[in-house]
C-alpha cells in the first residue's frame, strides 16, 4: 500500500503576495509622449538619490503635471481594479507620488522597498535587450534561518523572482515588497515610470 493509498491531501496558500501585471495593448504613441517628456524633464533636473545606481531619478512630482495626466487615469484605474481584487474595494486610495527612472549601461538599483504607501509600481517606457530585469526578494526573513540546498526552484523554494522589463507593462505590488532593478547591460537607456498610492 503506498502513502496515497492512505492520504487525501489539499494543500493552500497562505498570506500570499500578489504581483499583478497590466499590459497595455496600444502603448507605442503614449510612450513616446512619455519618452519625450521624461528626456525634457532630464534636462533640468540633476536628478534625485533613492535607490538608483548611476541612473537618474527625477523630482517625484510627476503626477502634478498636466502632460501626464492621461497617463495617471490609466494608473488610477489599474489601481482601482487591484484594491477590488484584494478586498480593498471600499478603501479610498489615492496617489502619493510618481517619478521617472533613466537607467544608462551598467545602471541599477538597489534592493529596497516604499515606505508608508500600500501599493507601489512601474510602467516600463523603454526597455531595450539586455537592460535589466525587476527582482522581487522573498520577504519571509525567517524562511532564511534554515533551508536545505535544491536542485531546482519553484515558487516555494526560491529567494527571488525575475520579472522581465517589457514597454507596455504596468505592474502593481504591495510597497512592503523588497524588489531592485538588475544592471542595464544594454547600449541604451532603461526608462520606466514609478509611483506610490496610499490610503486616505
Not at 533613492?50 to 537618474?56: F, H, I, M, P, Q
Not at 484605474?77 to 487591484?82: C, D, H, L
Not at 533551508?147 to 523554494?157: C, E, L, S
Not at 507596455?168 to 532593478?181: E, R
Request: with cysteine; charged share 15%; net charge neutral.
Amino acid at each position: 500500500m503506498t502513502d496515497s493509498d492512505q492520504w487525501t491531501v489539499s494543500y493552500h496558500n497562505l498570506f500570499p503576495t500578489a504581483l499583478f501585471v497590466f499590459s497595455l495593448k496600444e502603448h507605442d504613441k503614449l510612450n513616446q509622449q512619455l519618452l519625450a517628456l521624461i528626456y525634457r524633464l532630464k534636462q533640468s533636473d540633476p536628478g534625485q538619490t533613492a535607490s538608483n545606481v548611476l541612473g537618474w531619478h527625477s523630482k517625484v512630482n510627476l503626477f502634478e503635471l498636466s502632460e501626464i495626466q492621461p497617463f495617471k487615469q490609466l494608473v488610477d484605474g489599474a489601481i482601482a481594479q487591484v484594491a477590488q481584487a484584494v478586498g480593498y474595494g471600499n478603501v479610498r486610495i489615492v496617489a502619493a507620488n510618481c517619478w521617472a527612472n533613466v537607467n544608462p549601461k551598467y545602471a541599477s538599483n538597489k534592493i529596497h522597498d516604499h515606505a508608508n504607501s500600500l501599493f507601489s509600481g512601474v510602467y516600463y517606457v523603454k526597455t531595450p535587450k539586455d537592460c535589466g530585469n525587476l527582482m522581487f526578494y522573498d520577504p519571509r526573513s525567517a524562511r532564511t534561518f534554515y533551508k536545505p540546498n535544491v536542485q531546482g526552484y519553484t515558487a516555494y523554494t526560491a529567494d527571488a523572482v525575475a520579472h522581465v522589463a517589457e514597454a507596455g507593462l504596468l505592474l502593481i505590488f504591495p510597497s512592503w515588497l523588497k524588489h531592485g532593478v538588475e544592471p542595464n547591460l544594454s547600449d541604451e537607456d532603461r526608462i520606466s515610470i514609478s509611483f506610490n498610492y496610499v490610503f486616505a
